[in-house]
């Protein structure tokens, strides 16, 4: 009862904090997207780059600004990886293989963080902060660009323009992410997270149970840096391969709580973001409304399963500590595996796959959603207001009217780029998982056979195409089928939904709002945040239960 009661008051102080910091977050980030001065910092970096910070863009010309930054990172962290062997700082690590080192520049790349590796066996200091770290600042930065863009789109009155992305890429890092994840940073550090450069070295006397002796080799690094920004950006690629659950990385229950407000700070306030830049925050609170509903569901259905699991065993022990930290308990780390899934971060402070069959399914179904409770660092938001988009046609459909959302008209135009959209992921995720249960990929891949097997494959795919990152803790994906197709589907995953957001928001900055009359429905009440939670539960439902009902379904049932 005491864990119980433990897990529930760290929910509440981590609602208490969010709320606090909900408006001077949101409504800052606003006004650094609205600002029209620029920094001196910022215009040494356009003047680099050759880019106007001033001249607006359509939509068409903000996606190539996405793709070709993206394509560059892709290039340079490969041959970063490539190189690794003759760098300094590289640790005596060799250069990475071809198809690890295309897995890896596509992850960070796409704010996936999905490891085949073990970081701390795998990847020097240069690599590490050079590499890993500079995508965890500008792909978070990527995704809040498009989404404001998208807000901008909804903002704007025949015009078509959408802003700037290098301007909104630099502001994003420079403005945002860099000051708050120097912030956590020292935080972090002052609660045990080590920061350094130090070498490989011998550590300690390790006991078995029976005998004390031998020791362990580990390497230092800039770990606490690179763990405030993969947290707040919503990343989750770790230094060493247990990740949140490695005591350099995560050490007490307060940096674990903290790091869940890291991961949830930016994805819940950009709601405000949003509602300021709209000229409506009741608008911005109901998709945080409807965003808060998912997640405190979800998370309230993980401890119930995770604490209730019957069995003498998990009884005494007060709940399903299989695979979890003691450290954090059965409460910290639910809280912590739906803070992961439901945004793009990835980071794990427990083995997912350790958790009950049907605490696991809870974990894939946040990353099923689409990651919009409230999901990773702007890919949240700008996905959380397509559904909006589809949740009002329905409405419109219900009683006869063109639907309207912001004061534009959902016509044929704006259902088919929400269609492509929400079709992309699950399209991807069922036809890779059938194709590596159909074909002989190696045998040594899937160690644990049946649903849980079945699951672990799933959650991958899942996990590589909503560029979550988190993995099941089982499989073995370090081959060269499992990287190539889990590399594809990051980069599908993340590019092509992004075509078709920017594509929307070109299409509703082109229009004139029209004005709001007796039946339009309004938006910014209870009952539209009730519509739009049902519509995100019944459509992910709907495409995924018979995938879920093999896996992990099957797998619950049967315990």
């Known amino acids: 009862m005491g864990s119980v009661l433990a897990g529930v008051l760290q929910l509440v102080a981590l609602v208490g904090a969010l709320a606090l910091v909900h408006v001077p977050v949101g409504g800052y980030m606003a006004r650094v997207y609205s600002s029209t001065r620029h920094l001196r910092v910022e215009k040494w970096i356009y003047r680099g780059i050759g880019a106007d910070p001033d001249a607006p863009m359509r939509w068409p010309a903000y996606l190539r600004g996405v793709l070709a930054f993206s394509a560059v990172g892709v290039l340079f962290l490969y041959l970063l990886q490539r190189l690794q062997g003759v760098l300094p700082g590289s640790l005596r690590f060799s250069s990475v293989g071809p198809a690890q080192s295309f897995n890896t520049a596509v992850s960070f790349v796409t ?6 590796y073990y970081g701390e066996q795998t990847m020097g200091h240069v690599v590490q ?8 600042f500008v792909s978070a930065a990527v995704g809040m660009a ?4 998208l807000v901008r789109g909804f903002a704007g009155s025949r015009t078509g323009e959408l802003g700037n992305f290098w301007t909104d890429l630099v502001r994003g890092t420079l403005r945002i992410l860099v000051p708050m994840a120097a912030v956590a940073a020292v935080v972090l550090v002052a609660r045990g997270v080590i920061q350094n450069f130090s070498g490989i070295h011998e550590v300690g ?4 149970g029976h005998s004390t002796g031998g020791s362990r080799q580990w390497n230092g690094g800039a770990v606490a840096s690179q763990e405030a920004i993969k947290e707040l950006g919503t990343n989750g690629g770790g230094y060493f391969n247990a990740n949140s659950a490695h005591p350099f990385e995560n050490p007490t229950p307060f940096t674990n709580l903290f ?8 994805p819940f306030s950009l709601t405000r973001t949003f509602g300021v830049m709209v000229g409506s925050v009741r608008q911005g609170y109901a998709i945080l409304a409807t965003m808060v509903t998912v997640w405190l ?3 309230a259905l993980m401890m119930w399963t995770e604490f209730a699991h019957h069995g003498p065993a998990l009884q005494a022990a007060g709940g399903a500590l299989e695979g979890k930290e003691t450290r954090f308990g059965v409460g910290g780390s639910s809280i912590f595996a739906v803070a992961t899934t439901l ?4 980071a794990v402070d427990s083995f997912h796959s350790s958790f009950t069959g049907l605490g696991g399914g809870i974990a894939m179904l946040g990353m099923m959603l689409g990651e919009i409770a409230p999901g990773g660092t702007g890919s949240g938001l700008y996905g959380m207001l397509i559904m909006a988009v589809i949740a009002v046609f329905i409405a419109g459909l219900m009683v006869g009217r063109t639907p309207e959302y912001l004061g534009k008209k959902i016509g044929t135009r704006e259902m088919k780029l929400a269609a492509c959209y929400i079709l992309i992921t699950p399209a991807l995720v069922l036809v890779l998982t059938a194709a590596s249960m159909a074909l002989p990929t190696p045998p040594h891949s899937v160690l644990n056979p049946g649903a849980h097997g079945f699951s672990e494959v799933l959650y991958a795919f899942t996990s590589a195409s909503n560029n979550n990152g988190s993995a099941f803790a089982g499989l073995n994906a370090n081959t060269d089928w499992f990287n190539t197709t889990t590399g ?4 599908l995953g993340r590019f092509l939904p992004m075509v078709f957001v920017l594509a929307l928001a070109g299409s509703l900055a082109g229009q004139r709002p029209v004005p709001v009359t007796a039946g339009t429905l309004r938006t910014e009440k209870p009952l539209f945040a009730g519509l739009l939670v049902g519509a995100v539960l019944i459509i992910t439902g709907l495409t995924y239960f018979p995938a879920l009902a093999l896996g992990p379904l099957a797998e619950g049932l049967a315990s």
């Open 111 to 116: 704010n996936t963080n999905w490891q085949s």
């Open 129 to 136: 902060t050079a590499g890993l770290a500079v995508q965890n």
């Open 146 to 149: 498009v989404a404001v863009a």
């Open 205 to 208: 006397q390790f006991s078995n």
């Open 259 to 266: 790091e869940v407000f890291l991961i949830l700070l930016i």
């Open 297 to 299: 569901g979800f998370t």
């Open 343 to 346: 945004t793009s971060t990835g």
């Open 488 to 491: 594809l589907a990051m980069l």
